[in-house]
């Protein structure tokens, strides 16, 4: 399993940034649970890796494939789902210790670990605001009792980095919200649900929470969504599809994937697993 750099407009690969087999240094890509993370300027991508035994995050140079930082992260035993801050000084991630999920944000200029959650719920798929005042995330807290060990479906909520002040995105109670994504302006989230038995995407306003159903497929889910100043892409069949939120339309590119990508925010690229 390697990670490539994909052209969006043409499905042409540009390069590959790691290879598993001919380097030994890395033993696993996360890459069915978790993509790399673009960073806001389009120049470095962070992946999850496992790196000589142990958890850790790597960034690499997108546009010449160069692997510039290797962050050994100790206080977890594996990570999933790395997204940069806007201001590309930290990463957020999904941090799994003794089979417990938790959401961290590492300072890449300290290497300093910071937990903003502690607890036994789920905490997955962080996705920070283009303004950085919140990060989406996935979590059952809102659905589940652990006292009887009754677990509910994925709700979405929204955390403070600097306060660790959780709200419940409240759009609705039935089905599974899972894999959030940000509009550039920070006052929507997109995001897939089963809510009409089928994965479909959904666009919820924070402010009027208005709640919209972008895509209305029956016989084939939407998996893996990713966002971009230029839209959304998501994954359906094994093929990846572009998808404008405000007219709908969707349109399948010539690149096929196994596992999870990450869009740029600046240019039609894409990273995905092969």
């Known amino acids: 399993i390697d990670l490539y750099v994909a052209d969006t407009a ?50 690499f140079n997108a546009r010449n494939g160069d692997r510039e930082r290797e962050i050994t992260l100790t206080e977890v035993d594996e990570v999933l789902n790395p997204t940069w801050s806007p201001d590309g000084r930290s990463i957020a991630f999904t941090g799994m210790a003794r089979g417990l999920t938790d959401l961290y944000v590492v300072d890449l200029a300290s290497g300093t670990v910071r937990a903003l959650t502690r607890d036994a719920f789920a905490d997955l798929q962080p996705a920070w605001s283009p303004d950085g005042r919140r990060i989406a995330f996935v979590t059952d807290r809102f659905s589940s009792r652990l006292d009887v060990l009754d677990f509910g479906p994925y709700r979405l909520a929204l955390i403070d980095p600097t306060s660790g002040t959780i709200e419940q995105v409240r759009a609705f109670t039935d ?25 479909n995407v959904w666009s919820y306003d924070i402010a009027s929470r208005d709640l919209r159903q972008l895509t209305h497929f029956r016989d084939a889910e939407v998996k893996w969504l990713s966002g971009g100043a230029d839209g959304l892409v998501f994954e359906q069949d094994g093929w990846i599809h572009t998808l404008d939120p405000a007219s709908g339309q969707t349109k399948r590119l010539d690149i096929a994937i196994q596992g999870d990508f990450h869009w740029s925010e600046t240019r039609w690229e894409d990273v995905s697993t092969n």
């Open 175 to 199: 089905g599974k919200m899972i894999n959030p994504q940000w509009a550039p302006d920070s006052g929507s989230i997109y995001f897939v649900s089963d809510r009409d038995w089928a994965m």
């Open 10 to 59: 043409t499905g042409k690969k540009i390069r590959k940034l790691t290879s598993t087999a001919t380097s030994p240094h890395f033993s696993s890509l996360q890459f069915i649970y978790s993509a790399g993370s673009w960073e806001a300027d389009s120049r470095r991508v962070a992946i999850a890796t496992v790196a000589d035994g142990k958890a850790a995050l790597m960034v």
